[in-house]
T-cell receptor, first 109, second 116 residues
Framework: GQNIDQPTEMTATEGAIVQINCTYQ??????LFWYQQHAGEAPTFLSY??LDGLEEKGRFSSFLSRSKGYSYLLLKELQMKDSASYLC??????????WGAGTKLIIKP | EAGVVQSPRYKIIEKKQPVAFWCNPI?????LYWYLQNLGQGPELLIR????????DSQLPKDRFSAERLKGVDSTLKIQPAELGDSAVYLC??????????????FGPGTRLTVL
């Protein structure tokens, strides 16, 4: 079966750095997405990785290792507004997105 | 550019009643998705349309759920009759294409359904 694993909840301090990990087992691979979802709101796109390596976009970076079935989302200079759930999703061989359950990130002052 | 529009935002019904949700995707987006999301979970695909054609409805409970996308633009999702377990947020998303190496999905605000 297809599976996406990510931690249920993480806590970090304002101004710090946090890394959210995602491991996956899917039927084929056509890219990995990270989405941010604030409570009661829709998911919004953060990043896309299809090749191995690090993609940097401002305070957010995403890393992919296809051989290890592993990705992480790195958030720097954390702000209170970064408190949200972060969803990892993998596009399988049928171009269907397989979603993880999300990691709830709590930022403390 | 307008985003994905959904209505209603909230709906409370009694079990066994019918309910319908409406979605208007971003203009020009050929692919439309309906997802169900329970609290603390990721979205679960119910159905995917490419233009007017439902290309993936394997996860749609067809005994009570139905969907249509007339003219390849707006879409409606219907539940009849609703059950207690259908309480969830129903998300609509759209993208330019479904296949290909890049597919960013844009989500609407969702409809929060409560079945009493």
């Amino acid at each position: 079966g297809q599976n996406i694993d990510q931690p249920t909840e993480m806590t970090a301090t304002e101004g710090a750095i946090v890394q959210i990990n995602c491991t996956y087992q899917t039927s084929g691979f056509n890219g990995l997405f990270w989405y941010q979802q604030h409570a009661g709101e829709a998911p919004t796109f953060l990043s896309y990785n299809v090749l191995d390596g690090l993609e940097e976009k401002g305070r957010f970076s995403s890393f992919l290792s296809r051989s290890k079935g592993y990705s992480y989302l790195l958030l720097k200079e954390l702000q209170m507004k970064d408190s949200a759930s972060y969803l990892c999703a993998v596009m399988d061989s049928n171009y269907q997105l397989i979603w993880g359950a999300g990691t709830k990130l709590i930022i403390k002052p | 550019e307008a985003g994905v529009v959904q209505s209603p935002r909230y709906k409370i019904i009694e079990k066994k009643q019918p309910v319908a949700f409406w979605c208007n995707p971003i203009s020009g987006h050929n692919t439309l998705y309906w997802y169900l999301q329970n609290l603390g979970q990721g979205p679960e695909l119910l159905i995917r349309y490419e233009n007017e054609e439902a290309v993936d409805d394997s996860q749609l409970p067809k005994d009570r759920f139905s969907a249509e996308r007339l003219k390849g633009v707006d879409s409606t999702l219907k539940i009849q009759p609703a059950e207690l377990g259908d309480s969830a947020v129903y998300l609509c998303a759209s993208s330019l294409v479904a296949s290909g190496s890049y597919n960013e999905q844009f989500f609407g605000p969702g409809t929060r359904l409560t079945v009493l």
